[in-house]
């Protein structure tokens, strides 16, 4: 629990720093710690959702996993609103993956329903994930990232804190 603790903690300084440089005071969420649920905050700001990354406690990630529906891909977009902090469960492939400053702190893209169109934006604290993996992940909703590819103009996906993964294979 100690690792939590201190990934918590972590966790809350590094949104503070950001959150400084990227909004205003006024729409800082609330935090707090219940047993069940994710350390973080209780309000989602759906710009930049990506900063607020998520330890769930062990309560948390099995509540994720019993009560995980698997909306389709599109409707989980178009009705974004009405699953923000749902529970959700999805396979895909691992595109990119980004490693922050801590070892277990990721951001990764997960192309779903064989499609490098169907993008979810995921924040993993856990174990490495690789470029390649088939995963089966679930996780709580945040709301929407919108981010600039490599070629061609931004998109906007659903953006994921990931409580729990399996890989299934990889391939690198």
Known sequence: MKRRDYLATIGLGVAGLFAGCIGSQENSPTTTTTAGEYYGPTSENSTNVD???RD????????????????AYNHLLENIDSYTREAVHYMGTVGQVTKLDREDNYYFLVATGDSWHNLLYASWVGDTVHRGDE???????????????VQGSQRTVPALAVADIDVERSNS
């Open 56 to 71: 769930f406690t062990d309560d948390g990630i099995a509540d994720v996993r019993n009560n995980a529906s698997s909306p």
């Open 51 to 53: 900063l607020r990354l």
């Open 135 to 149: 995963i089966t992940l679930w996780g709580r909703v945040l709301g929407t990232e919108t981010y600039q590819p």
